[in-house]
């Protein structure tokens, strides 16, 4: 006898479900590459690192967030100060 319709629907849930996790583990792992990317770039251009620099002090407003991004703002401050003269 075939699967009622109850059957069906919870694996079809099920499936969806799992769907979901693979979609949200596929864009956390483009968010790394991307993030991993520009970071690298940043740190070897002094435009980028301000641009980037600026751009996380506007954007990361949660204080946890702020905290986690002390040293890489130092890093992108320094240099970002690679193309000022001294």
């Given at each position: 006898?075939?699967?009622?319709?109850?059957?069906?629907?919870?694996?079809?849930?099920?499936?969806?479900?799992?769907?979901?996790?693979?979609?949200?583990?596929?864009?956390?792992?483009?968010?790394?590459?991307?993030?991993?990317?520009?970071?690298?770039?940043?740190?070897?251009?002094?435009?980028?690192?301000?641009?980037?620099?600026?751009?996380?002090?506007?954007n990361?407003?949660?204080?946890?967030?702020?905290?986690?991004l002390?040293?890489?703002?130092?890093?992108?401050?320094?240099?970002?100060?690679?193309?000022?003269?001294?």
């Amino acid at each position: 006898m075939g699967r009622t319709i109850d059957q069906q629907i919870a694996s079809t849930q099920a499936k969806l479900a799992r769907l979901k996790t693979r979609q949200k583990a596929s864009e956390t792992r483009r968010k790394i590459i991307v993030g991993a990317i520009v970071t690298s770039a940043a740190l070897k251009d002094p435009k980028i690192a301000r641009w980037m620099a600026a751009t996380l002090r506007k954007n990361a407003t949660r204080e946890v967030d702020q905290k986690e991004l002390v040293g890489l703002l130092e890093e992108l401050d320094q240099a970002a100060a690679k193309a000022d003269p001294a």
